[in-house]
């Protein structure tokens, strides 16, 4: 009989799989960055509990495209400025991703609120524009001139925050207690230079990253980095108060709240 595909895998290609995976050479990306201050009741407002404020109200961008092999990926990320525990880091809101492998694999292993979208970065000469759209919104534009090599920095370390969980069967809530995980990466730069431009951030009713406004434009960066990522989970969160926060994840949070209601596709 010819192998049923959807049949299971043998341990031996379960142990391949995993061997590869393990394995990956350095995979570098070329993006814009950017930095500024916002509101910090509005910063504060986004956060689940238990994550808290920082010292400093940051709100960041990042816009992406990946050199993978064969299949280049564009990547970004809006976060904001978080700490948990006496860790500092970041909290992403939304992170457009170009391709289902890249989305799928961060939202169901890291808990990632990764959604499909268009992610653009482009260079003529100085001229640099990037930006981040879904719904045919470009809801973040990056928009400047490359003004001068950066100093490489030293290899660091960076935390981002994220919360994985399952919403409920019956559209009650989560089907177990949600977990918080924290990502770490060990990012290393190639090549830096500094951009004077602005960021622009449009309406969305699907990606409301307008109420988090360019107060003081802090930076502007384009480079080439690689990173590897591994997250650790942390703690169990109360269901009760990250549910108030579950339509960050979501376009239309009524499509996990209305289970009951829904026939078999």
């Not at 970004?76 to 909290?91: C, M, R």
């Not at 802090?218 to 169990?236: A, C, H, N, P």
Request: glycine fraction near 8%; hydrophobic fraction near 40%; aromatic fraction near 6%.
């Amino acid at each position: 009989m010819a192998r049923v595909r959807y049949g299971a895998r043998t341990e031996a290609e379960i142990a391949a799989a995993r061997t590869a995976s393990s394995r990956l050479p350095d995979i570098w990306s070329t993006g814009v960055a950017a930095v500024w201050e916002t509101d910090p009741d509005a910063l504060a407002a986004v956060l689940p509990p238990p994550l808290k404020p920082t010292g400093r109200p940051l709100a960041r961008v990042t816009i992406s495209k990946v050199d993978l092999p064969g299949q280049p990926l564009g990547a970004g990320s809006f976060a904001v400025s978080a700490s948990h525990d006496g860790v500092e880091g970041w909290y992403p809101l939304v992170m457009p991703m170009t391709h289902e492998r890249a989305l799928v694999g961060g939202r169901e292993v890291f808990g990632e609120p990764k959604k499909l979208g268009e992610v653009v970065v482009e260079r003529d000469g100085l001229v640099v524009r990037a930006r981040l759209a879904r719904h045919g919104i470009a809801f973040v534009e990056v928009r400047g001139a490359v003004a001068g090599e950066l100093p490489l920095p030293e290899p660091t370390r960076k935390t981002d925050f994220y919360f994985k969980f399952l919403p409920a069967v019956d559209g009650s809530g989560f089907d177990a207690d949600p977990v918080l995980v924290h990502c770490l990466r060990n990012e290393k730069v190639r090549r830096l230079e500094r951009v004077t431009g602005d960021v622009v951030l449009r309406e969305s009713m699907y990606d409301p990253v307008a109420d988090l406004p360019v107060r003081r434009l802090l930076e502007i960066t384009l480079g080439e980095k690689t990173s590897d990522q591994r997250g650790t989970v942390v703690e169990r969160v109360d269901a009760r108060a990250l549910l108030p926060y579950i339509h960050q994840r979501y376009d239309d949070p009524a499509q996990i709240l209305d289970a009951p209601l829904r026939g078999s596709a």
